[in-house]
């Protein structure tokens, strides 16, 4: 009799061992699967942040620009910018720096490989290599670069390219350019060079309009 209780307790304590098992199994298998769907969620929403940045949802808005206003014509016989000496647009591979006459850059080598370069055209975050900018130069493009600029002075430059992009002129890159030391802004276009310093309205959209696409001086000016 005494056999039997005892391997009743024993049979009893083993099926509540096993309960517990079962019950801490079920807790975890909780846990993990609290911890996906967090995840999961989490990544939702920083990929709906980026597609919305992507689309310019948090950009400075585009500036009110009237382009067929006086104040940015350039005038018959006026020189917006200094012509620079134009250098050879050799095709380097991509990787291999290229060796310029200016900074930033307003002809010369360059890379060529599909989706990097040249760059798609647009405001970027971020400073691009010299040898991927210098092919939109090619492309009869303007590429503005920017240093030092106050967070307001930088939302004002945003609004301008915003305001010209959507327009006529949308073979622009605006850019961070860390290296510009002797000014602010710096627009380029292929063997032209302004610098400023400070954020100039009307000389931005004057050189923009000088100098884009131009038939005269980038070898593919025609090329979007």
Do not use: C
């Not at 517990?20 to 920083?46: C, D, E, H, M, P």
């Not at 382009?67 to 591979?93: C, F, K, R, W």
């Not at 380029?188 to 100039?200: Q, R, Y």
């Amino acid at each position: 009799m005494a056999t039997e209780l005892r391997r009743d307790r024993r049979e009893k304590q083993k099926r509540q061992r096993q309960r517990q098992q079962q019950q801490r199994k079920r807790g975890s298998g909780g846990i993990t699967n609290q911890l996906v769907v967090g995840a999961f969620v989490l990544g939702a929403i920083v990929l709906g942040f980026l597609g919305l940045r992507a689309t310019g949802v948090f950009d400075p808005p585009a500036a009110a620009l009237d382009l067929n206003s006086a104040d940015y014509q350039v005038p018959t016989g006026t020189t917006i910018g200094t012509l620079q000496q134009i250098q050879a647009p050799e095709h380097i591979p991509v990787g291999q720096r290229g060796n310029y006459n200016t900074v930033p850059p307003t002809s010369g080598q360059h890379w060529i490989q599909t989706g990097v370069a040249p760059a798609p055209w647009g405001i970027k975050d971020a400073n691009l290599p010299n040898e991927v900018t210098t092919h939109n130069l090619e492309h009869g493009g303007i590429v503005i670069a920017y240093n030092n600029l106050t967070s307001a002075e930088t939302d004002q430059l945003k609004g301008i390219v915003r305001a010209l992009m959507n327009g006529t002129y949308r073979k622009i890159i605006l850019e961070p350019y860390p290296a510009l030391t002797d000014a602010k802004v710096a627009l380029t276009s292929w063997g032209w060079l302004l610098k400023l310093p400070s954020v100039d309205q009307i000389q931005v959209v004057q050189f923009t309009r000088a100098h884009y696409s131009d038939q005269q001086y980038a070898p593919e000016w025609n090329v979007s």
